[in-house]
Each structure stands twice: as structure tokens, then as C-alpha cells.
Nanobody, 124 residues
Framework: QVQLVESGGGVVQAGGSLRLSCAAS????????VGWFRQPPGKEREFVAA????????YYADSVKVRFTISRDDAKGTVYLQMNSLKPEDTAVYYC?????????????????WGQGTQVTVSS
């Protein structure tokens, strides 16, 4: 069983940057594919980005391509989401998820492990 803890959220002006961290404990994070999802106020949880277990493959939602970058440091047991050029529509609670095979982008509930989330608010 792996436990996930997100951090790095906060309030930022439009055009600014934040880096979210997803720290894993319990089992080696290198065993898992990891993804980031977000849930805007009053909306469904949606896929943002994912990285394979090896780190060789990444996936992004069209809405964040070019602006966001996912990466992993297995030695530190942490997966990062670098968010640049933030927009007010990026405002949401951001969650990281881990799965022992691959991240399900279209059916988030199928991912095995979740963190508690971190709030990101982008002001205009």
C-alpha cells in the first residue's frame, strides 16, 4: 500500500507559476504510474497529467499541454507538477493518484491510490 501526500498549492496571480509535489510513502513510488487530476468547484474530477513507472512516457490534457510538466524523482519518492502560465480556469483542488499498472485518464475512480488534494487558486 502506498500513501500519497500533495503539497505546494496556494494562491497565485494569472500568469504565475506553482510546483506541486506528491510525496509517496509505504511502498517504493517507482512501482507505480502516477497522475495528477483536478476538480474545479462544482465540476467533475478531470485528468491533468500522468507519468509512466519508468518515467519515459508522459501524458497531458490538451488544456495544460506546454504549460504544465510532470516529472518524477524516485530517489526522493516524489512526483512533481510544474505549472506555468496559470489561468483562472486552472483553479481547482489538485489530486495525485497512483496505480501499479497505468493511470486511467478517463475513469479516475479506477486508479488505486489517492492523496487528499491541495487547493490551487489563480486570481485574475
Amino acid at each position: 500500500q502506498v500513501q500519497l501526500v500533495e503539497s505546494g498549492g496556494g494562491v497565485v496571480q494569472a500568469g504565475g507559476s506553482l510546483r506541486l509535489s506528491c510525496a509517496a510513502s509505504g511502498r517504493t513510488v517507482s512501482r507505480y504510474a502516477v497522475g495528477w487530476f483536478r476538480q474545479p468547484p462544482g465540476k467533475e474530477r478531470e485528468f491533468v497529467a500522468a507519468i509512466s513507472r519508468s518515467g519515459s512516457t508522459t501524458y497531458y490534457a490538451d488544456s495544460v499541454k506546454v504549460r504544465f510538466t510532470i516529472s518524477r524523482d524516485d530517489a526522493k519518492g516524489t512526483v512533481y507538477l510544474q505549472m506555468n502560465s496559470l489561468k483562472p480556469e486552472d483553479t481547482a483542488v489538485y489530486y495525485c493518484a497512483a496505480d501499479s499498472t497505468m493511470i486511467s485518464r478517463t475513469a479516475p475512480a479506477q486508479n488505486d491510490h489517492w492523496g487528499q488534494g491541495t487547493q490551487v487558486t489563480v486570481s485574475s
